[in-house]
């Protein structure tokens, strides 16, 4: 059995390695010189079960609107970007209700718990290098009732399976005592002692190089240009190198996914949320945080990796652009100074690893999986903000489907809505 993964980021190169356990010949196609160089690149770096619930929320419609054109907004709505988002944008705020707030919700925990056990079973296997750690995450808050709001959503994603212990101040000090600047505003913490974080470039091409031991071929510096089908069926993949030809495909390209599917007239609901962040050398704060640190307040995600710190936190509606801006990257910085002083010796504009990513969004904050109305072509893209998160899950979920075997998860809101046609 021939299986031809499109994409080598973090969910591509996972697919693979899980369809090459499985006795495929494994190929993979990817762009750039080598795996991992755009989303998977210098992502949020968290896998957090503890951020499962999508952004289409009870409430964010109004605060899109509220931040429409502000530069230094969380959430940036370009007037620019409206006419080509008005589809998704309905879908979207068709998804910002209770009730399916709470069962995308579900279903991303499905996926995001198998994650980890897949993850704690490969690091069993093999000895990958990726400044993993497994400490946990810490989401502060600045009042009260934030706190308790907070706590009542981790409440309702407990019986699906989140482990997480509302702290108050004092305990959210000791366990990262970096937070000790902000004792007279804390209010108190959610802890998650689940979540792991690791760099997500370093985990995928080490993935990648085992891979290749085993047997997958991966063909680096080859542009995807389209797919040929006939009688339902995928006969051939168009790429800059000629054709390849497998008996499945999967269609791994985050963002870039609806590109390529749109010409076989099927609808691909995701959007390219532009994120942006920030890398800079820890050695000016010897004292730094070892926990990555979640603020709700000022919306930005502050992570350790090895002798490195890493800021995350904006989100912008514009296109494919992925260039940084750095009226963004430096707003993002000044949240994080906010919070933690000490930062400030760390950063130094000229220096800072300044990167933006794009975001596979879907309205429904939840990932595309398994088969598409193709019958040889299969789907594990549309990660939305937790492609590093659900990666090893998700691919683990996609192996099994292409296998005929039983996922072991509800996929109800994980799959194409078979009408997505145009």
């Keep these: 059995m021939i299986s031809l993964v499109l994409g080598g980021g ?4 996972t697919t693979a390695y899980y369809l090459a356990k499985a006795g495929h010949e494994v190929h993979v196609v990817e762009r750039h010189s080598e795996v991992a160089m755009e989303t998977s690149a210098n992502n949020g770096s968290v896998i957090h079960a503890s951020l499962c619930e999508p952004w289409s929320r009870p409430g964010m419609p109004r605060n899109v609107l509220r931040w429409l054109g502000k530069e230094d ?3 940036l709505l370009r007037y620019s970007s409206i006419p080509g988002l008005w589809r998704w944008g309905v879908e979207f705020v068709r998804n910002c209700n209770d009730a399916d707030f709470a069962r995308n919700t579900k279903a991303n925990l499905g996926i995001a718990t198998r994650s980890l056990e897949c993850l704690a079973q490969i690091n069993s296997e093999l000895d990958l290098s990726y400044d993993r750690q497994t400490n946990g995450t810490l989401k502060i808050y600045s009042n009260q009732q934030d706190l308790d709001a907070g706590a009542a959503e981790t409440e309702i994603a407990k019986p699906f399976g989140l482990k997480a212990e509302v702290l108050d101040s004092t305990r959210a000090i000791e366990i990262e005592p970096a937070l000790g600047g902000q004792r007279q505003t804390l209010a108190g913490a959610i802890y998650f002692p689940s979540d792991e974080h690791g760099d997500c470039q370093k985990f995928t091409q080490a993935l990648a190089r ?3 031991e085993i047997g997958v071929t991966i063909h ?3 542009r995807l240009t389209g797919l040929a089908c006939n009688n339902n069926r995928i006969t051939a993949v168009a790429t800059s190198r000629g054709e390849m030809r497998a008996d499945n495909y999967v269609v791994a390209l985050g963002s870039h996914s609806p590109l390529i599917m749109a010409p076989l007239g099927i609808r691909l609901p995701i959007y390219p949320l532009k994120g942006v962040s920030v890398t800079v050398p820890a ?6 945080l070892k926990i990555p640190v979640i603020d709700e307040r000022r919306l930005f995600g502050l992570v350790p990796l090895g002798n490195r710190l890493r800021c995350t936190g904006s989100a912008e509606f514009a296109g494919y652009d992925t260039v940084p801006s750095p009226t963004r990257c430096k707003a993002l910085v000044d949240n994080v100074i906010q919070g933690f002083p000490e930062f400030a010796a760390c950063y130094r504009s000229e220096e800072a690893g300044n990167w933006a ?5 879907t309205p429904t904050g939840t990932p595309i999986l398994g088969r598409s109305p193709i019958s040889n072509l299969f789907f594990n893209t549309g990660h939305n903000h937790l492609g590093w998160t659900l990666s090893c899950g998700s691919a683990h979920v996609v192996s099994r489907i292409i296998e005929g075997r039983d996922p072991g998860v509800d996929l109800d809101r ?5 009408r997505q046609r145009r």
């Design 210 to 212: 085992h891979c290749r």
């Design 357 to 361: 990513g794009l975001r596979p969004m």
């Design 283 to 288: 050695d000016n704060w010897p004292d730094h």
């Design 10 to 13: 973090v969910v591509g190169v």
């Design 414 to 418: 994980l799959q194409l809505d078979r």
């Design 73 to 75: 907004a969380p959430m």
């Design 220 to 222: 680096t510096d080859t």
